[in-house]
């Protein structure tokens, strides 16, 4: 069994900033990588950012140079720090884990998602 748990999220007002973070936790033998998707009403879920085990990153060009993502592969815990935020920005973010549980077979698990709602 796999965990994520989510943080962080709310009601941020246009031009501010939010962070969030994921902590994997359970079987795991070892992560591939640790990433963002978000889904807004009406809309398929979508890639936001990603970062693998070797800190190399992924990130939609609607948020380059907005959003950051980090990584402390000790904890097992993912963060995204999003600055200059938009209203179209709003969207339930899910943290993705891809990761092995034993040396043979890896998976993605998805946290339970978190509301990101920009408004003034």
């Known amino acids: 069994q796999v965990q994520l748990v989510e943080s962080g999220g709310g009601l941020v007002q246009p031009g501010g900033s939010l962070g969030l973070s994921c902590t994997a936790s359970g079987s795991i033998f070892s992560i591939i990588a640790m990433g963002w998707y978000r889904q807004a009403p009406g809309n398929q879920r979508a890639l936001v950012a990603t970062?693998?085990?070797?800190?190399?990153?992924n990130s939609a060009d609607s948020v380059k140079g907005r959003f950051t993502i980090s990584r402390d592969n000790a904890k097992n815990t993912v963060y995204l720090q999003m600055s200059i935020l938009k209203p179209e920005d709003t969207a339930v973010y899910y943290c993705n884990a891809r990761l092995y549980t034993n040396p043979k077979e890896w998976n993605d698990y998805w946290g339970q998602g978190t509301q990101v709602t920009v408004s003034s």
């Open positions: 970062i693998n085990s070797g800190g190399g990153t």
